[in-house]
């Protein structure tokens, strides 16, 4: 029997079971909200848990986190053969609510009192499911019939869990029946249901045509949506076919190659003595050519590399030799320049002292004017009174 955690107190819990009713057990490092597996008790039952409860206030906070820890959905499971049906489940494995995925589903919940799937156990409930799917004859025909479950949870050990449980349910309903149907159970995410809610199947659904897609040689030759809405057992037919040729075509591809080489074997087998040593020689010159004309060639890289060297060197010399005569030219021009510079200087300075010589010879000839003129005119003067 299941049961959640509701309160801990001085080495005790209260845990609510999932017939509803709650106990006081011996505290093992529980938490509040975990789930346990207890055995069938009735010693232990309602009132011993209401004497132990510090008061009536603190018994009804018990009642109503144990009410609240029923009512939750804590677990997602699916369940497809081609009718397609989700069950929300508790903490305690008990269905809340359940619901058609696609038309097939509709119809066979039609079929069954949802009274009879509602607080069950998700195994019985199941169960139900499938007897119900067997009766509407979805596992007759040549082909093998087929189920995926799924389950998703916060708590993915319990996911899992829940998982193997479940596959085992329901193998053992589908033996009852003396039905030939592969039972398939699976762990998904929560963003995986989603996904699948978007496309209006279930992730287990999803999972498997994914699966068929991988499987294909070609995979884009693989329709999703239209797999989506094909049966199980057509879509698991599929996926084994395909990998059965896969396999084929591998054990063919290791056939040929083993005859390959035993092909080859027999043909050494078949030469004489003289014949393999011919052969031998003639690896041999061919291994020794191979390793000259590598030789050859990296000698020829050599060369290229030392011409290419050589033909830089004398490049780079060049350049240099023009670099100097173009610092020569310039230095003989600017020797030029100044050359002319130093010309035109001393011919205006001798310009210059000409005039100067011109009018020194200017004023003299004027002062001597001027004295000849002077004694002209004394001389005249002496005249004058000599008469």
């Not at 696609?102 to 069950?120: A, H």
């Amino acid at each position: 029997m299941k049961a959640v955690i509701l309160e801990i107190n001085d080495g005790f819990v209260a845990a609510l079971s999932d017939d509803g009713s709650i106990t006081k057990e011996k505290n093992k490092n529980y938490k509040i909200g975990q789930v346990i597996n207890m055995k069938n008790n009735k010693s232990n039952k309602f009132n011993k848990i209401a004497m132990w409860a510090s008061s009536a206030a603190a018994f009804v906070l018990v009642c109503g986190v144990g009410a609240w820890a029923y009512v939750s959905p804590y677990t997602y499971v699916s369940l497809d053969v081609n009718p397609s049906i989700e069950y929300s489940v508790n903490r305690f494995d008990r269905v809340l609510n359940v619901k058609a995925v696609n038309d097939d589903g509709e119809e066979l919940l039609k079929e069954i009192n949802l009274d009879d799937l509602t607080n069950k156990s998700i195994e019985d409930a199941l169960k139900i499911t499938v007897n119900e799917i067997s009766e509407a004859g979805y596992f007759s025909g040549d082909i093998v019939g087929g189920i995926i479950i799924a389950t998703s949870a916060d708590n993915t050990e319990k996911a899992e869990e829940l998982a193997e449980e479940l596959k085992t349910a329901v193998e053992e309903q589908v033996i009852e029946n003396e039905d030939v149907v592969e039972v398939e159970a699976i762990t998904v995410e929560n963003e995986r249901v989603l996904q699948a809610k978007e496309l209006g199947v279930t992730p287990g659904k999803l999972n498997l045509v994914e699966k068929l897609q991988a499987s294909a040689v070609d995979p884009s030759s693989i329709n999703i949506q239209e797999w989506l809405n094909k049966p199980v057992k057509d879509i698991m037919k599929a996926t084994k076919e395909n990998k059965k040729a896969a396999k084929e075509e591998a054990k063919k591809t290791e056939t040929d190659t083993a005859t390959k080489t035993t092909t080859e074997a027999e043909i050494d087998k078949d030469l004489t003595a003289e014949q393999q040593k011919e052969l031998e020689k003639i690896a041999e010159k061919l291994e020794n050519e191979k390793v000259k004309a590598a030789e050859k060639a990296a000698k020829d890289a050599e060369k290229v590399a030392k011409d290419a060297e050589k033909a830089a060197n004398e490049a780079a010399k060049e350049a240099e030799k023009v670099a100097k005569e173009a610092e020569k030219a310039a230095k003989e021009a600017q020797k030029a320049v100044k050359n002319k510079t130093e010309a035109d200087d001393t011919i205006s300075n001798d310009v210059d002292d000409d005039n100067v010589d011109t009018e020194e010879d200017s004023t003299d000839e004027k002062k001597d004017d001027k004295v000849n003129g002077k004694d002209n005119s004394n001389n005249g003067k002496n005249s004058d009174k000599k008469n």
